[in-house]
């Protein structure tokens, strides 16, 4: 399986840039790095993804290590609605995505 | 914005009733999913789809069937409901790419399940 590794939880203050990390070393080299989040009673929804290059989109940044072992979603300035369980999972085209248990990003206002 | 749909979002039923959750999508997705999921645990794989007349048991073994007659249906059945089927249940789909992993799954809002 292609796993990854996560802290459980993280609070993060109100508008202050919060750093989501994320292991996987046994990464291999077609599989991509994506992140999700869950709101609470809500289905996962896509945050950003990326290969081997750093990403920004709307929502985040994905910061991926050199030897692509680990990775960081960074969120620029948090707000409320950012309190979610964040997902880190290796797409690897495979049926099964390891989705783990996440991190818990409480946001303080 | 996802555009996959779950009905109904929340149901109580009794043990041993028959039940369909409904996910469509209308994004065109040959790959399907559905996952189980408990308060505060992992996501579960239980079915997958790769398209029409396709349907496969996931990692996770469960007693509900699937059927894929259309691209954009892919219902849920339970055929005797009991307490332990007690859980969140979620429609995915995603577009069918052998090659890469670049994908993204969209999941609908989720199917909260409760048998007494």
């Known amino acids: 399986d292609a796993k990854t590794t996560q802290p459980n939880s993280m609070e993060s203050n109100e508008e202050e840039p919060v750093h989501l990390p994320c292991n996987h070393s046994?990464?291999?080299?077609?599989?991509?790095i994506h992140w999700y989040r869950q709101l609470p009673s809500q289905g996962p929804e896509y945050v950003i993804h990326?290969?081997?290059s750093n990403v920004n989109n709307r929502m985040a940044s994905l910061a991926i290590a050199e030897d692509r072992k680990s990775s960081t979603l960074i969120l620029h300035r948090a707000t409320l609605r950012d309190a979610a369980v964040y997902y880190c999972?290796?797409?690897?085209?495979?049926?099964?995505?390891?989705f783990g248990t996440g991190t818990r990003l409480t946001v303080i206002p | 914005e996802a555009d996959i749909y779950q009905t109904p979002r929340y149901l109580v039923i009794g043990t041993g009733k028959k039940i369909t959750l409904e996910c469509s999508q209308t994004?065109?997705?040959?790959?399907m999913y559905w996952y189980q999921q408990d308060p505060g645990m992992e996501l579960h794989l239980i079915h997958y789809?790769?398209?029409?007349?396709?349907?496969e048991k996931g990692d996770l073994s469960s007693e509900s069937t699937v059927s894929r007659i259309r691209t954009e249906h892919f219902p849920l059945t339970l055929e005797s409901a009991r307490p332990s089927h007690t859980s969140q249940y979620l429609c995915?789909?995603?577009?069918?790419?052998?090659?890469?992993?670049?994908?993204?799954?969209?999941f609908g809002e989720g199917s909260w399940l409760t048998v007494v």
């Open positions: 990326g290969l081997t």
């Open positions: 994004m065109g997705h040959d790959k």
């Open positions: 789809s790769y398209g029409v007349n396709s349907t």
């Open positions: 999972i290796l797409n690897t085209g495979a049926n099964n995505l390891f």
């Open positions: 995915a789909s995603s577009a069918l790419d052998w090659a890469g992993s670049g994908n993204t799954i969209y």
């Open positions: 046994t990464i291999s080299g077609t599989d991509y």
